[in-house]
């Protein structure tokens, strides 16, 4: 595995790759990596000849009172994750790599309306900052495939948004999230979480599963279901930011139209911000169809 902190030797490397006819798979990261992201390297290996991983801690996409300083980092534990997965390149650029003349002066992406609810409204600039970046990276690699994990769904239908009508030639390929054994979605964060608060993060995801399971029953009072949930969350020692029944398509209000609908959460635990989400497909006219024509 090759490692590469600036953007000239690995466009050479790159360039390198695709002249030899090799495909391009793209897994973009923050780096402390744990089994989800591992789990990406390995679609990623799945799809493509060649895969590159960064590892960039964005300041761009922290908030002033975020845990920017704080993040975890674990750079030389990541490569050796990276390398046993059987990674070819690794680009780690410092920030002044990525913003040579600083943040303030950087054209930014933004993506309207997906980026502006949910997470976008509890972190303001948070998504903004999120485009931007990955807008470089993918600049810089020029990937045929990008793999993004589905924790943070709303991050992927942002990007799939920004790849739609920026035409950018990436096809975006989203990973089911991985989960520790009680269910709750691995992070980076998760370390943060103390021993008490670790055994009651899991009713996140349980509680995401019993809205899910109310609506697969027919309860449709979506008001009633979130309200009841965030109480939930309450009495279990979260500080629920949102949660959301919404279209899984635009994340918008469900309406009679939706064909899948996305349910998610984020919550505080103590100092750590968790989030999570499920899906469910409604209405599956089609293979009712296929049954009675049949």
Same mark, same amino acid.
């Given at each position: 595995?090759? #490692?590469? #902190?600036? @953007? ?12 030899? /006819? ?8 923050? /780096? ?16 493509? $000849?060649? +895969? ?8 761009? !996409?922290?908030? *002033?009172?975020?845990?920017?300083? %704080?993040? *975890? ?10 390398? &046993?997965?059987? +990674? ?6 410092? +920030? ?18 997906? /980026? ?37 769904? !709303? ?7 920004? +790849? &739609? ?36 993060? *899991? ?5 995401? @599963? ?5 609506? %697969? ?12 949930? &965030? ?12 949660? %959301?029944?919404?279209?899984?398509? #635009? ?15 984020? %919550? &505080? ?13 409604? @209405? *599956? ?7 009675? $024509?049949?």
């Amino acid at each position: 595995m090759r #490692t590469y #902190t600036s @953007n000239t030797p690995l466009q050479a490397a790159l360039h390198n790759l695709r002249r030899g /006819g090799q495909s391009i798979a793209f897994v973009p990261t923050m /780096g402390s990596l744990h089994e989800g992201h591992l789990n990406l390297v390995r679609k990623a290996r799945q799809l493509c $000849d060649a +895969v590159v991983v960064s590892i960039f801690v964005n300041p761009l !996409q922290f908030g *002033p009172h975020e845990d920017l300083d %704080a993040y *975890p980092r674990s750079m030389a534990a990541d490569k050796q994750k990276l390398f &046993r997965e059987g +990674v070819q390149i690794l680009y780690a650029p410092t +920030v002044e790599e990525i913003y040579p003349e600083g943040m303030t002066a950087q054209t930014q992406v933004h993506v309207p309306d997906l /980026g502006d609810t949910l997470c976008g409204t509890s972190r303001p600039g948070h998504f903004d900052g999120v485009t931007t970046v990955v807008s470089k990276l993918f600049n810089i690699v020029q990937p045929d495939v990008a793999v993004f994990g589905e924790k943070d769904f !709303q991050q992927l239908s942002i990007v799939r948004k920004m +790849v &739609r009508d920026l035409c950018m030639p990436v096809k975006i390929v989203g990973v089911a999230t991985t989960r520790d054994e009680d269910g709750l979605a691995m992070s980076s964060r998760n370390g943060y979480l103390s021993l008490q608060q670790r055994h009651i993060a *899991p009713v996140l995801h349980d509680t995401l @599963n019993s809205c899910r399971e109310a609506i %697969a029953c027919g309860f449709d009072n979506f008001l009633q279901l979130e309200s009841h949930a &965030r109480m939930k969350l309450l009495q279990a020692g979260f500080q629920p930011d949102y949660f %959301a029944i919404r279209d899984a398509r #635009t994340l918008r209000s469900v309406t009679e139209d939706t064909e899948e609908i996305a349910i998610l959460a984020a %919550a &505080r635990l103590g100092s750590t911000r968790l989030i999570d989400n499920v899906r469910l497909a409604l @209405n *599956p006219v089609s293979d009712w169809g296929m049954l009675a $024509d049949g």
